[in-house]
């Protein structure tokens, strides 16, 4: 395991109300990313991390917002959840030069 | 921007026998970094094998191997006596080298592998 963890596995919220994902990681990586995962689009890139306080846009950002106050964490934020945000939702790190390793995931289904 | 695509939404494979997933890719980048990852039912994305654009040797992995077809941009996976535990979704993935900055990744919408008993 790259000893990445995500918070929560699994959460249902109405619409409308704001959601907080965490990523955590024990691996003092420096890139952190976050993906959605839908059916018939494979992963796409939210936003992403090269640093503390460090971060920029993906293909997907519309409606999302990230921080990165610490290494080891990267929050992904939906400041007023739709259901067009239900997906699940992966986060990644890196070491720059290497491959991409995903945390197990976090299903988000708003209702 | 860059496209990787994936035209197989499913395949399927006897257990013991060969398959091969197909993947391409669009860049105008010269050098660059291709992945294969697996997403059992499980749903954990697993790295199955990496290649390097400026490494003419096709990446190997126990039973995983690629074809890397630089000038036709493909990147085709061969799993060789296919197990029932290879059933999973597989996606291509495309990345550029990156100076200190992004190090994005673009995936395939992914081909779905079956293994049959």
């Known amino acids: 395991d790259a000893g990445i963890t995500q918070s929560p596995r699994h959460k249902v919220t109405e619409t409308g109300t704001p959601v907080t994902l965490r990523c955590h990681q024990t691996?003092?990586?420096?890139?952190m990313y976050w993906y959605r995962q839908d059916p018939g689009h494979g992963l796409r890139l939210i936003h992403y991390?090269?640093?503390?306080?460090?971060?920029d846009k993906g293909e997907v950002s519309d409606g999302y917002s990230v921080s990165r106050s610490k290494t080891e964490d990267f929050l992904l934020t939906l400041e007023s959840a739709t259901s067009s945000q239900t997906s699940v939702y992966f986060c990644?790190?890196?070491?720059?030069?290497?491959?991409?390793?995903f945390g197990p995931g976090t299903r988000l289904t708003v209702t | 921007a860059q496209t990787v695509t994936q035209s197989q939404p499913e395949m399927s494979v006897q257990e013991a026998e060969t398959v091969t997933l197909s993947c391409t890719y669009d860049t105008s980048e010269s050098d660059y970094y291709l992945f294969w990852y697996k997403q059992p039912p499980s749903r954990q994305m697993i790295l199955v094998i990496r290649q390097e654009a400026y490494k003419q040797q096709n990446a190997t992995e126990n039973r995983f191997s690629v074809n890397f077809q630089k000038a036709a941009k493909s990147f085709s996976l061969k799993i060789s006596d296919s197990q029932l535990g290879d059933a999973a979704m597989y996606f291509c993935a495309y990345r550029e080298p990156s100076e200190g900055g992004s190090e994005k990744l673009v995936f395939g919408k992914g081909t779905k592998l079956t293994v049959n008993p």
């Open positions: 991390s090269y640093g503390v306080k460090d971060t």
């Open positions: 990644a790190i890196s070491f720059q030069g290497t491959e991409q390793y």
């Open positions: 691996e003092n990586h420096r890139y």
